[in-house]
């Protein structure tokens, strides 16, 4: 299983937020920064309509309930990580760089958008395939190895998240490794 060079994308930008109107726009980004901050247990419709200045019963105006809030987390974070593969080289290391960066720098929000089913019949049409187009690129169009690559980024990504490596471990030089693994 080997994956080489990225090709020219096919899968064409967009910005998914375009949908919401401005005031959801304004929810979405004060719950971001809320479970930035503090984690998804502090993420409570209550607590953010304090963080907001309003009234519990006034976000349900704009969204049905929390996993409808939640969705359009794990949406905003699924285009960042489209954004940041897309602006990555052309190469597996790159995009493994990439990929820990963004995760390592949103830990919170990573960890929403993966520690679940993902929502695939609620996200905007060909949001999931966009993220995903850079390492299928990569890897010549091959799912499976584009799977096993992503399955090594996220696995190391959420290992390093809950400190499960000791403290003198060269991630590194661990990442590397796998990345070359996979380019083989």
Known sequence: MACGRRKAS???ERSTTDRLTPRKREIVTEARALLEEHGAAALTMRALADRLGIKAPSLYKH???KAALELE???LSLEETAEALEAASDSLPSLMNAY???ALAHPHLYRLNTERSLPRGDLPEGLEARA??????????DMNAARAAWAFAHGMVILQLNGRFPDDADLSAAWET???AFEG
């Open 178 to 180: 796998g990345a070359d």
């Open 73 to 75: 987390l794990v949406v």
């Open 63 to 65: 969204f049905p309930d």
């Open 100 to 102: 820990r960066t963004y």
């Open 132 to 141: 995903a187009a850079p390492l299928v690129r990569v890897c010549g169009g």
């Open 10 to 12: 096919s899968v064409p």
